[in-house]
Every structure is written in structure tokens, then in C-alpha cells.
């Protein structure tokens, strides 16, 4: 496909870099495309001439991949999309050991462009170089400036906005593990307040990040301190009411985004848990900010309520508790990116129209979704590019069906719909939708990294057998491997579906066998399965590596090294113990000997808390 653009030269370099992820040629003849401005995005094509509708310039690059999608099936079309969101957002987080390359958050940027997003964030706790505090940061993969402007400029072409993204308060506990930063130090998470060095460290991080973007616009998190004043705040200043700490602390704070000329956003998630009966509580209907407490609340900042669907369908009245406040909301979604291998697909899909919907009810406009990576990002990053797609889609067309989401998705990122859908199987059968808690669709974490002898959560499978429903999902992604442009991820995801489907077997099968004592069975465990189960485990590692290195910096990888090795060595010592029952060698196996007890789930459950009652990885 050809062609000639005779829109603002701004545009150049952004339509340039497209072209080859499109698959279009710029020159003279095809067809001929010029831009207008108004108040919704849209475009047109009749015959060879095509018009580019767009109210914000990141508005024309989503709609020249919509013009490149259909005009290879028609040659004559109207695409008029809805333009109710002013800012639709993404936050990438660069804290929890995986630091994206700039190339990576290059071609992040490029996906992002064609989807219509208009607004990029980093989640960079401590992983932002400060020259006169070397431990932050310190082997965490941390960027520099340069690296940041990089990334900054080659999102500006696009129209796109990057916003500094960090923490204030609580969530700094990779700075606080360190000695250096005992002086600052209330928890294990949190800062101390009224403290001056406290305020010197954050003055240091705000005028350093700020000066790598062209925004005046940043995000000071301030979410789940729940602890502050607790630790040596407690025994400096006595007990002193949660409120009063946090308003102090905001009025400094605010002072310091002040200075440099800075329009400050926050988490709105403390406001709303110091105003209920625990003092822990974000969403729920009788929670009243107290007028003395609103009152307090920066007039100038933006709240940011964070909701992923976890618990109720609170969206709509959590929204009106926000408005209620009197400061500019904005609304962040999630991906269910957090917990294991790829992101829970079917679980973030249903939250996000019923979040999208709860918005334009409000009359929300600023709209963001959350590719969080805790617990080592084990989550391959471009998985999620399957739900930044839909989010994006259902922000332009809150009645999009499923075939426009195919569409909009293989056109834009070139992967296969199926292939990418099949990656979300990987938590549970979901051929029912019968969970006793939300929390119970998410098994496939725990059944990842669980002891093979001590099975804390075999009873379920017990229950819920998952060896076949793996199996199947393995020979399904098989099929995608080859792909040119996806195979390395598809190859990573038939790794993951492959190791699962022997690891539930043989947890699904090694308690029975035991307590009947059914050596022939167990004799094949230990003989063929295990180590079997070694080498399928080293494949998933290998790829998994192989993807990381490719688009992370490498620093933040040791640890997934650590904790695939411990599966393998376990595998080998429940090998020896087998055999050694089996040979006599011991009368018992005693960790097969115990009575297999209900394990609950959870979708923010930790590798320290599900591989093994005395992990601490």
C-alpha cells in the first residue's frame, strides 16, 4: 500500500517510523491522505483520497492505523469514533526488578501511538539515578537522564505526553533496605516524617525527574502508608493521628512540586482509608471524607483513584465519592498483570467495560490503565499489549465487539487474537464461572512455584484437576510458535503450558499414590516424571530469560534465576526421598504424610508466600 500525506510536517517523523509496522510506503500515487481538526477522531476513504479526522495530534496516529486496517478491505469507508476521554493513559512500572530498555519503551511507544493513547507514565520508585544518594537505586537497573529524555522525545513526536511516576512516601522499601537510608526510615516502607532529611531526598528525586521531561505534570504516589508513624516516627514524636502526619506531610510536599513550577497527581487511596472505621479501607459505600479532611486536601492536585474490580463492582459510587472532593479525578484500571506469567485476560476485560462505563456515567475524562509487575515481574511485558489494546478500544467505542477487538488488535500489533487469548489460560479452566471468591480464579502462580513434596495448594487440585486443561492449552499455543513476528513469546507461553501440564499431573497423582502406597506409581514419578519435570522447568527458564533479555535490562533478572533453581533442585531431592522410600532406605516420605489442608488463592499473592511455608524470597 502507498501513501502521499500532505498533513503538518510535525506528523513526519511519526508516520515514518509507522510505516513500517503497517506496512505502507510514503510517495507520490496510492492513496492520497490529508488531515482536519475537529472535535471527535475519525477518517475517511473514497477512492484514493482519505481524510484524517483528529482533535489532539496523538489522534492521527490511531487513526491512520484505522485507515491502513480497513483500506486493505475497502476502498470506500467512514470511521467516526467516539472522542468522550481527554486523556487515555498508560503506567508502566520499572519497579519491581524489571527496568524496560529504552528500545523496548520505543517500541511500547510505537503500539501505544497506533491505539490512541495519549499519555505514558513510568513507575520509578528508586530506579532514577540521584547523584548524591548512590544506594538509590543502587543495582536496580536504575535509569539515567539521558535514557529518560530519550524516551520522552520519541514519545513527543507521537503527540504522547510521558508523566514522572514515583513514590513519596510509602512503597520505599528497596531505598529503605539499605543503612544509608536509616535517617529517613519510618518502616520498612514508608518515609519518616518531619524529617529534613526526608525532604531534601524527595527535593532531589522531584527536581531530578521533572527536568527529564517536557511535562509540568507528575504523579507523587502517596498510596498505602498505612504504617507511617508506627516506626521511628513513633519513638521520636509519640503516637500522633494518621491524618495529622499526612497532612503535614502533603503540605510539604506540595511545597516542593510548587517550586519547580509542577501540577502535582497523587493516589487518592489515603484519603479515603484514614476517613474509614479500620483506617485501612479504600472502597466501601459508608465511608464519609469529613468536611475538616477535605478541606486539607491540596486544591491544586489531582486525585487519582485506583480500582482493578477486585472486590465489588464499586467503580460508579467510588466515583461520586471522588467528585464529591472538589479536585480533578482521573480513573486507573488494571491489567491483572501482577501475578505470574501473562495477565488474566478474561478477569481484566470485564473490569475494564464496567470501569470505562462507570466513567463516562460520571462524566470522568481522564481514563488510565496499570501494567503493574510486582513480586519480580515475572509477567512477560508484551503479553499485556493484548489488554492495552482492548482497553484503548473500549475507550473509542464503549459498544466494541469482540470482532473489532480482533481486528483493531492483529491490525495494530500483528499478533494473533487466539494465540495472545490463550496466554490468560494460564490461571484457571475458566470453563465455569463458578468461583467461590475472585480471588479463586487465579491459580496458576501458585501451581507455578509450589513445593512439588510439600503442595500447599494440592487439595484443590484435588478437587479441580488442571493437568489436561494445561495440556490442552500447550498443544494450542504450540501451533504459533513458528509465527515470525510473536514465535520467541508464543515458544515462552508453550514452554509455561507444558512444564504445568506435568506439574499438575504429578501433584494431582504423588499424595494418592503414596497413601495407597502404590509404589509402581510412584516408582514412575521418581524415575521418569521428576526428571522430566527438571528439564521442562529449565526450558521454561531458558525462554523466559531469553524474552527478559530482550526487552529488561538484565539487572533484576537473578532472582526469577534463584527461584527456577529451586525448583529444579527440589525436584531433585523429592527424586532421592521417593527412592529412598522406596528402597527401604526410610519408612516414610514425611512430607507426603501429611494431611493435605485448603490453601486459599489470592491475585497479590507473593512467590515468598505460595511456593513454600518458609519461603522468604
Known sequence: MKLSFSVDKTFDIGIKRLS?????????????????????????????????????????FRELGVLVEKAKRSDSFTVNEDGFFD?????????????????????????LALMGYSMAMLYTEDTVELEDYPYFGYMRGRYTEEELRKIDDYAFDYGIEIIPCIECYGHMGKYLRWG??????????????????????????????????RTKKIHIGMDEAMDMGRGAFLDKNGYVPPFDIFNEYMERLVGITKKYGLEPMMWSDMYFRISSKDQRTYCAPDIVVPESIKAKIPEDISLVFWHYGEKNRCDGYMLEKHKELGRNVIF?????????????????????????????KNNVKQAMVTVWSNDNAECDLYS??????????????????????????????????????TLGLYHNRHDDENFKTFHDRFFGKALFWQDVMEGLYDSKLFKRPMSHHYAECAQK?????????????????????????????????LVPAYKRDDRQALSRIADTEL?????KCAAVRRTHRARWFSYNKIVGWSNLDVRYGGVIA????????????????????EELKVERLDNELSGFYRYGRIATPIANI
Open 20 to 60: 513500517a509496522l503497517l506496512g505502507f510506503e510514503c510517495g507520490e500515487g496510492g492513496i492520497s491522505v490529508s488531515a482536519e481538526k475537529r472535535d471527535f477522531p475519525g477518517v475517511s476513504l473514497s477512492g484514493n483520497k482519505a481524510v484524517i479526522y483528529y482533535k489532539e495530534k496523538h489522534q492521527f
Open 87 to 111: 486523556m487515555l493513559g498508560i503506567m508502566i512500572d520499572a519497579s519491581r526488578c524489571a527496568v524496560a530498555t529504552v528500545e523496548t519503551m520505543h517500541k511500547m511507544t510505537d503500539y
Open 180 to 213: 544509608a537510608a536509616t535517617p529517613v526510615k519510618d518502616t520498612d516502607e514508608v518515609l519518616l516524617a518531619r524529617e529534613e532529611k526526608t525532604f531534601e531526598l524527595l527535593e532531589a528525586l522531584i527536581k531530578k525527574i521533572s527536568s527529564c521531561y
Open 332 to 360: 486507573a484500571g488494571g491489567l491483572w498483570s501482577w501475578n505470574g506469567h501473562f495477565p488474566e485476560y478474561l478477569y481484566a476485560y470485564d473490569c475494564t467495560k464496567f470501569s470505562l462505563e462507570a466513567c463516562r
Open 384 to 421: 499485556n499489549l493484548f489488554g492495552i489494546s482492548f482497553f484503548a478500544e473500549l475507550a473509542y467505542d464503549k459498544d466494541a465487539s469482540e470482532e473489532k477487538l480482533r481486528e483493531r488488535f492483529e491490525a495494530v500489533t500483528g499478533g494473533s487474537y487466539d494465540a495472545f487469548a
Open 477 to 509: 499455543i504450540k501451533e504459533y510458535v513458528k509465527d515470525e513476528k510473536w514465535g520467541e513469546l508464543y515458544e515462552h507461553a508453550y514452554r509455561v503450558f507444558d512444564y504445568l501440564a506435568l506439574k499438575t499431573k504429578i501433584a494431582e497423582e
Open 531 to 535: 526428571p522430566k519435570l527438571r528439564e
Open 570 to 589: 527440589r525436584c531433585e531431592t523429592a527424586e532421592m526421598l521417593i527412592k529412598d522410600y522406596l528402597d527401604g532406605a526410610s519408612d516414610k516420605i
